[in-house]
């Protein structure tokens, strides 16, 4: 049976797996057809097997492959008669799969390896067997083994993932503004030095990657981006305009070089920004005159932004945004004493967390916190706990957007020690919100 895992309930594979005929295993490239079909009609994908293979290909290297995982079933019912008898499948047929990509991603005390979950599909017809709690069980074990202490998501379903150890680690926002109320302040920072260009791609490609980097580099929740995915953002296809226009390019530029980009298309008078991202905040104000200045628009939507974006600052005025929940990044910890001591601390610390985790067990137990503004060492410990949380509650307050303290005043984490989770609330804080515009 090669590398695959025979179904063992030490290792959390559900019972009944053996039984059914039901395998988990390692996939590979040749699997990714068989994955691709399972996936796409679990999430009642309208697109057909050929167009995801084509899209997704080269999003995953060799090394992209290699991280999938698939539960085959070796028993696949005859789809003329529905017979199961007899009609054994080599190597087993795909029911169930999940992926991840390597990247690495800015959060508090510099860019770290994290893997970013995706691919997540149960064939319809074996859900709620245990499928994926199975494969969440083995997906961590082996990004523990590559040495990654972070993993992230975009889930589909806000339900599915709690339960696995993630939580929601960023709040984004869809903001919409009518084009008749955009106006920007008398003192938004304004440059004359800068100027704006409106670019086709792909020429603007090579400004964009550059200020994206740049900004990258110290925004908490930013994903750096490969040049798969680069293509992939700024695929401009039929299917990728949903009736807009084309992909534009918005480049403000300074003596030293691009300083900020907006990305968008029109369509039925309104301009729907993919993204913004400027490296200053005099670039910033350009990009808004540009977007406000376009003739003909009647709204402006920008897709995601964070709480604390600059756009309700600039405006004469911010009552005329609307703003709409945008999904929040789910981020988890995978080796919790690695990534508390890789994280840096606004102030000082010293805490005995104890920690439970049904899915990475060997997070679960007490771990002894010492932080202060040089560094952090994080150890398991026999002390009494000063607090005792879900290891979801961590991932929650890693990048800075969530208290600890919401969670106890909901009576989620309990607190042994007063005070001791409005200490640590104090060390984890961040003055930034973070904030993820990378797709995955
Ligand atoms: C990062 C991404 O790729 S996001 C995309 C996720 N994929 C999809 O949404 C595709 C459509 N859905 C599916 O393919 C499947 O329903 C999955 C993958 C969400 C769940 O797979 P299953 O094999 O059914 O999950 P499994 O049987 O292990 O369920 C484990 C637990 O989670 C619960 N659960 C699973 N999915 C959901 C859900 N969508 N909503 C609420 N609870 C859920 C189950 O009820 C079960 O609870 P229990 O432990 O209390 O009994």
């Known amino acids: 049976m090669g590398q695959a895992e025979q179904p063992q309930r030490a290792q959390g594979v559900p019972e009944g797996f053996a039984e059914r005929g039901w395998t988990l295993r390692p996939g590979s490239k040749d699997d990714f057809p068989a994955v691709v079909e399972v996936v796409g009609e679990a999430l009642l994908g309208a697109q057909d097997?050929?167009?995801w293979i084509e899209r997704l290909g080269p999003l995953l290297s060799e090394d992209g492959y290699a991280r999938q995982l698939v539960v085959t079933e070796t028993h696949w019912p005859d789809q003329a008669t529905g017979s199961r008898d007899g009609r054994v499948v080599e190597g087993g047929r795909v029911i169930g799969s999940v992926n991840a990509f390597s990247f690495r991603m800015t959060v508090p005390g510099g860019t770290r390896a994290v893997a970013g979950i995706t691919g997540v599909g149960v064939w319809p017809t074996r859900r709620r067997q245990g499928i994926l709690s199975a494969l969440m069980r083995r997906q961590l074990a082996d990004i523990r083994d590559r040495g990654e202490k972070l993993a992230v998501l975009w889930a589909s379903e806000g339900a599915i993932y709690g339960r696995f150890g993630y939580a929601p680690a960023t709040s984004q926002y869809e903001v919409t503004l009518e084009a008749a109320h955009a106006r920007l302040r008398p003192d938004a920072p304004r440059d004359p030095a800068l100027t704006t260009e409106l670019l086709r791609l792909p020429p603007a490609r090579a400004d964009l990657e550059r200020v994206h980097a740049a900004v990258t580099a110290h925004q908490i929740g930013r994903i750096h981006r490969s040049r798969a995915f680069w293509d992939s953002n700024l695929r401009d296809t039929p299917e990728s305009r949903q009736n807009r226009s084309h992909l534009k390019a918005a480049v403000v530029s300074g003596t030293d070089g691009p300083q900020g980009y907006?990305?968008?298309?029109?369509?039925?008078?309104?301009?729907?920004?993919?993204?913004?991202?400027?490296?200053?905040?005099?670039?910033?104000?350009?990009l808004y005159e540009h977007l406000f200045s376009r003739d003909l628009?009647?709204?402006?939507?920008?897709?995601?932004?964070?709480?604390?974006?600059?756009?309700?600052?600039?405006?004469?005025?911010?009552?005329?945004?609307?703003?709409?929940?945008?999904?929040?990044?789910?981020?988890?910890l995978v080796d919790v004493p690695g990534a508390l001591a890789e994280r840096s601390y606004a102030a000082p610390a010293d805490v005995v967390i104890e920690v439970a985790d049904r899915y990475a067990p060997w997070n679960a137990g007490r771990w002894r916190l010492r932080a202060d503004r040089s560094g952090a060492v994080c150890e398991a410990a026999s002390d009494t706990p000063d607090l005792s949380l879900d290891v979801?509650?961590?991932?929650?307050?890693?990048?800075?957007?969530?208290t600890l303290s919401?969670?106890?005043?909901?009576?989620?984490?309990?607190?042994?020690?007063?005070?001791?989770?409005?200490?640590?609330?104090?060390?984890?804080?961040?003055?930034?919100a973070p904030f993820c515009d990378q797709a995955f």
């Open 49 to 51: 097997s050929e167009f």
């Open 262 to 286: 907006a990305l968008y298309r029109t369509g039925n008078r309104e301009a729907h920004v993919q993204e913004i991202v400027a490296a200053v905040p005099s670039a910033r104000t350009a």
């Open 297 to 332: 628009i009647t709204k402006l939507v920008f897709a995601s932004t964070a709480p604390d974006d600059p756009l309700q600052y600039l405006i004469t005025d911010p009552h005329r945004l609307a703003s709409r929940f945008d999904e929040p990044l789910w981020l988890r």
């Open 392 to 402: 979801s509650h961590l991932g929650a307050a890693y990048l800075g957007q969530h």
């Open 406 to 432: 919401g969670y106890l005043r909901s009576g989620l984490l309990t607190e042994h020690v007063p005070g001791a989770v409005a200490a640590l609330d104090t060390a984890l804080f961040r003055s930034d």
